[in-house]
């Protein structure tokens, strides 16, 4: 019933988009991306770091640029300039509030302080704040509590200390700040494990995730029906009604002439008393001391607590800025054996470290957004009256014009400067600025700096054991309570549904599973293979190697140990070996006609011998060795030029160029010239074809919502994709039929293809069809998969110099003098071959397996598998597997120096080219090109980072896509070994 509802209701708005919307944009707005009809930008917003989404759009559409969600027009501003325009010079346009349902209900009606619309009321509760609750002589009088909790933390950390045990300093700093704000606002110390410290922390966690949620009706008055079909109506009811019933307990207390001695001057007896005195412009109610309670429930509690936990990250990560802070206040505290508030002023570098904390962590990136109260311009743009604004704070305080190495963490920055955070200085802004300013700045502060004070005094802090600073990860995602969700999380409430049949695996909850389908949706329609095979991981560490979800319609299961991995590509090859349809590669793929994607049967297996015998053996890989010797000499040459002159090489553009020029050559006949229009062709469409191979179409898992497909633009999106490669292989068929062909397409993969053709030498027909499938898979898997393992493999080496002087000590005996390598050389350098395998273990190019299908019902560890089933090998879980690998997640090619293991498929521990029938049929074509060009860029080259870059600075993120490719691209300088 829910299913026919919600494709009702977007079916309707469909019709109406086609005879209603109009596509142009008003001309008085800045630039910005182009929408669809009706919903706007939602499809394309990104609800877990819209920050990050919003500095992508700057950089492409400038410092300014309009959006525009349902019938709420948004403009975002990314510039110290602009910020001060907006929040300072015309404040009183932009100091309203936009009325979202989730907080106008959570904060009674707007009687709160963050989220009240701009009014009278509003100013005069401001001013209750300011005089009465955040007064700097108000926020010290709570010192002595801030002071008190800290010592507790203190001594439990001293005495976790004596043992060697690792603190999970999250948990024990949220926990802290919780108790401080609790103590400061109600008079109450909830220990840590009590009944009522878990209906604290359930009811403000449960407030924010509704503050952060998306509405319909918001942005889609007319469909506000669908809250209630999903049941945030019911939730954000059940939430209102819990927090106000704990107020009531909370002021009820207060009132109690026999209340506990704690609850005297705190922040509710203070309302209270100025509520009993009358001694305010404005008659308090209960209702507006509760909505007041709210703001100091959802912003007091964790905001504190992420600074804090941010710093210490950044110190971690920084060992000579701890080092130095550290001096600094064991210097002036010397022996008195803890921290008192007093004491930090007197410390400018530790102020300066909580500066640069703030603009590189700030705990709202996005500043709670305004709304304009009358028609105003900004930077010659009109600006209409309920326009929604958003000042990306932490845009600015990345920005480039403004901050010197923005993207590092240097405290040095602020010692002779004057910038502070406080709302004066538009380039540091992590609190607001103007009439919406945080009030509770001053307590926020004081309750930061006394808590990360006291830590570096304290204790000295190391990481684990095993795990070295490059390992501690930064990838926060913050959650900004004052804007929506993606859409797309309510339609997984009726998309996502659970397979509840007890003879598959251990069944994943509908959240996790939700949480799975967002990871492949949240970057758009292209899904990243690395965030896929991260979220599988992180299911499998909570449900087990083996374990099942559902997909619409599609029953999966996940493996992710040797032994699982062995059972379904050898064991029971047979049984898992065909392939799942999915339409971007079945469509690609000529309705599956090529290997890597064609279901198993008789036509597969004829073309696997195909290529075995006739196109990847060894003897053909061996004929092409001229080919790729000749192309990695023109790049080393190349190369040497650069590093006569020390230029930075960007040498993952080399790489994908040199492996692409060689792939092209083999298959082909054609050596593209690097800038001719030729090569831009052919790039562009290798990028989208890969592009639609890693797709997300809803057709896939709900064949009933297809049409979403279409009303995407990704149905169009594939057939033009698949009309450009199909004309690009005719012509390179036709060009090969031309008896005055270049000499250079004689014996290439596709002259083998159309002789085999016509000599009718196979036990099957083949068409050009089947011709052009075999070119796609070329195309798709031999162009960047081997530039990818390469750039790996140097990042890694960069990261690790003792590996690196290894490698090139061991290329550099071998070859002597004799200025390349080639590839008989290579049998010769065992190191060299240990760090091929130990990069394919830690950055292989398929961190995911392609998908398997079951082709009969049968049984796994147990568990009954249904035929149609698809299957999934985690070989990212199984390369990092600690119960196969000693220091899983380090660099260590000597693992392989005195092993067997090989990635050749029979090791079920390293298979990154996958095992069994549907191993990579032409893994001796692909290693042959990542052995000679890596072995030839150690010969010839030294290798060191840019200026003022170290081995810590190196990223090591990847990009979405169907290959998993480093996403900031390798830039080295090279200087000739000889």
């Known amino acids: 019933m829910m299913f026919f509802l919600f494709s009702l209701a977007l079916s309707i708005v469909f019709i109406f988009l086609l005879h209603k919307a109009k ?359 009109e600006i209409q009256p309920g326009t929604i604004i958003h000042v990306n704070s932490w845009a600015i305080a990345r920005d480039s014009e403004i901050w010197e190495n923005p993207e590092e963490f240097i405290p040095e920055r602020f010692l002779n400067s004057d910038i502070d955070f406080k709302g004066q200085n538009f380039e540091l802004i992590p609190f607001g600025a103007g009439r919406r300013g945080c009030p509770g700045i001053a307590l926020g502060v004081a309750t930061i700096n006394l808590i990360l004070s006291n830590l570096l005094y304290a204790f000295d802090w190391e990481l684990p054991y095993g795990m070295i600073k490059e390992d501690i990860d930064t990838d926060g995602q913050h959650v900004d309570p004052n804007r929506p969700k993606s859409m797309k999380g309510d339609i997984l409430d009726l998309l996502v549904q659970l397979k509840n049949d007890k003879s598959l695996p251990v069944d994943v909850t509908l959240e996790d599973i939700k949480a799975l389908a967002m990871n492949m949706l949240v970057a758009g329609s292209e899904t990243s293979a690395a965030v ?193 490669l199909d004309n690009f292989y005719e012509e390179l068929i036709e060009q090969h039929l031309n008896p005055k062909r270049p000499k250079s397409m004689e014996g290439d993969i596709l002259d083998l293809l159309l002789q085999l053709k016509k000599e009718k030498s196979t036990p099957i027909d083949l068409t050009l069809e089947d011709v052009k499938a075999l070119a796609m898979d070329v195309l798709v898997a031999g162009s960047d998969t081997s530039a990818a393992v390469i750039v790996w493999a140097m990042t890694a080496l960069m990261r690790n110099p003792r590996a690196m002087k290894k490698v090139q000590a061991e290329i550099r005996q071998s070859i002597g003098k004799k200025g390349i390598v080639n590839e008989d050389d290579i049998q010769n350098m065992p190191y060299l071959k240990a760090v091929i395998k130990e990069t394919l273990r830690l950055y292989p190019s398929a961190p995911l397996l392609l998908p398997r299908e079951s082709m009969k019902k049968s049984i796994l560890e147990e568990y009954e598998i249904e035929s149609g089933t698809t299957i999934y090998v985690n070989f990212w879980a199984i390369a990092r597997d600690p119960e196969i690998w000693e220091n899983s997640n380090e660099f260590i090619p000597e693992r392989f120096l005195n092993s067997d293991i090989d990635f050749k498929g029979q090791n079920f521990e390293l298979i990154p080219f996958g095992a069994g029938r549907r191993g990579c049929p032409a893994i001796t074509l692909g290693v042959a090109i990542v052995e000679l060009a890596l072995s030839n860029l150690l010969y010839a080259f030294n290798w060191k980072l840019p200026w003022s870059m170290r081995k810590e600075d190196i990223d090591t993120t990847v990009r979405p896509g169907i290959v998993m490719h480093k996403k900031i691209d390798l830039c080295l300088i090279p200087t000739n070994y000889l």
């Open 532 to 724: 896929v095979v991260w979220a599988m991981t992180a299911l499998m560490q909570k449900y087990g190697k083996i374990f099942s979800l559902k997909f619409g319609s599609t029953s999966i299961v996940v493996v992710s140990s040797a032994k699982l991995a062995k059972e379904v590509l050898k064991t029971q090859d047979l049984v898992f070996c065909s392939r799942p349809s999915l339409l971007g590669q079945y469509k690609l793929s000529y309705n599956g006609h090529d290997i890597g994607f064609a279901p198993y049967n008789e036509y597969w297996r004829e073309m696997r011998k195909i290529c075995t015998v006739h196109l990847f053996s060894l003897k053909k890989v061996q004929s092409f060795s001229p080919i790729r010797e000749d192309e990695v000499s023109r790049m080393i040459k190349k190369i040497s030029q650069q590093a006569t002159t020390s230029q930075v090489t960007n040498l993952s553009t080399m790489l994908y160029s040199l492996t692409s020029t060689i792939i092209c050559r083999v298959a082909f006949g054609i050596r593209y010239d690097e800038e001719a229009h030729e090569r831009r062709r052919f790039d562009e469409l290798l990028i989208e074809t890969q592009a639609m191979m890693a797709s997300f179409f809803v057709s896939n898992f709900f064949p009933s919502l297809s049409w979403i497909d279409k009303l995407t633009g990704l149905t169009d999106r594939l057939e033009n994709n698949f009309k450009n």
């Open 23 to 381: 596509m142009s944009r008003k001309t008085f707005l800045p630039p910005g991306p182009l929408g669809l009809p009706f919903i706007g930008n939602l499809h394309q917003y990104d609800s877990l770091n819209p920050h990050l989404y919003f500095w992508k759009l700057s950089q492409k559409y400038g410092k300014i640029f309009s959006l525009k969600i349902g019938s709420s027009t948004m403009i975002v501003i990314s510039s110290a300039k602009l910020a001060k325009e907006v929040l300072k010079t015309q404040d009183l346009t932009f100091c309203s509030r936009p009325s979202f349902l989730g907080q106008q209900k959570l904060t009674y009606n707007g009687h709160d302080i963050a989220f009240a619309p701009y009014n009278e009321y509003w100013r005069k509760m401001r001013k209750v704040c300011v005089v009465h609750l955040f007064s700097l002589k108000k926020v010290q009088s709570f010192s002595l509590i801030r002071e008190d909790e800290v010592s507790k933390v203190i001594k439990k950390i001293s005495q976790q200390a004596a043992a060697s045990q690792i603190i999970n300093l999250s948990d024990i700093v949220i926990s802290l700040t919780n108790i401080i704000i609790c103590k400061i606002a109600f008079g109450i110390r909830y220990d840590e494990e009590t009944h009522e410290q878990r209906k604290f922390t359930e009811l403000s966690t449960m407030a924010e995730e509704l503050m952060t949620l998306f509405f319909f009706s918001d942005y889609f008055p007319m469909f506000g029906w669908l809250d209630k079909l999903f049941g945030n109506i019911s939730r954000l009811e059940k939430n209102f009604n819990d927090l106000d019933e704990f107020f009531e307990e909370l002021i009820n207390q207060h009132l109690n002439p026999n209340r506990p001695k704690s609850m005297e001057g705190d922040i509710i007896d203070l309302l209270l008393q100025l509520r009993s005195e009358q001694s305010t412009s404005i008659d308090l109610t209960l209702d507006n001391i509760k909505g007041i309670l709210m703001d100091i429930l959802t912003g007091g509690t964790d905001t504190s607590a992420v600074a804090v936990i941010w710093s210490m990250t950044a110190l971690m990560k920084n060992p000579k800025v701890m080092k130095k802070v550290q001096e600094e206040i064991r210097k002036s505290i010397r022996i008195k054996g803890i921290v008192n508030e007093d004491d930090i002023q007197n410390m400018p570098y530790f102020n300066a470290v909580i500066k640069e904390m703030f603009r590189l962590y700030p705990p709202a990136p996005l500043l709670v957004p305004r709304e304009a109260m009358e028609k105003s311009t900004l930077e010659g743009y």
